[in-house]
């Protein structure tokens, strides 16, 4: 479950699980946390989005699940087949499907969000709407 999770801190024990061999499904990744101010973050990803040449990519989505999938992506070493391998592993969803509804959750305690200490982050979720992520389609 990734609600009130640390996106990079959740990234890399999961990139660890995974290379170990496990199948992981991410759930909520909507309310998964990027620690920073929201304007910095906005700023970075439409930099992002704006830096490429059309048909030749790199192309990024800007669903919450798709995008917290390329950031565990670069986590791993996806570009030789023990990386694509453990990749293939890994499933993230927005919400939480029928199928898991009845599964236990488990929450990686490391990425915790310590709300008390860290004064500006950020929800996936509110990075997507502003660069024009449409829920209902």
Same mark, same amino acid.
């Given at each position: 479950?990734?609600? %009130? ?6 990234? !890399? ?8 061999? @496990?199948?992981?499904?991410? #759930?909520?990744? @909507? *309310?998964? #946390?990027? $620690?920073?101010?929201?304007?910095? $973050? ?10 490429? #040449? +059309? ?9 919450? =699940? *798709?995008?917290?999938?390329? =950031? ?12 694509? %391998?453990?990749?293939? &592993?890994?499933?993230?969803?927005? !919400?939480?499907? !029928? /199928?898991?509804?009845? +599964? @236990? ?8 969000? %310590? !709300?008390?200490? +860290?004064?500006?982050?950020? &929800? /996936? @979720?509110?990075?997507?709407? +502003? ?7």
């Amino acid at each position: 479950d990734g609600k %009130d999770l640390v996106l990079g801190r959740l990234g !890399s024990d999961i990139a660890k699980r995974l290379l170990l061999g @496990e199948n992981i499904k991410i #759930v909520n990744c @909507e *309310d998964i #946390v990027i $620690l920073g101010k929201k304007k910095f $973050l906005v700023e970075r990803y439409k930099h992002k989005l704006a830096n490429k #040449v +059309v048909k030749q990519g790199p192309y990024y989505s800007r669903s919450p =699940a *798709d995008m917290v999938k390329r =950031a565990f992506r670069n986590m791993l070493p996806y570009k030789n087949q023990r990386g694509i %391998d453990a990749f293939k &592993r890994l499933k993230c969803y927005n !919400s939480v499907p !029928s /199928v898991l509804l009845n +599964v @236990e959750k488990e929450v990686v305690p490391t990425a915790v969000l %310590d !709300s008390d200490s +860290v004064f500006y982050y950020t &929800r /996936v @979720e509110d990075i997507c709407k +502003v660069l024009g992520y449409n829920k209902n389609k």
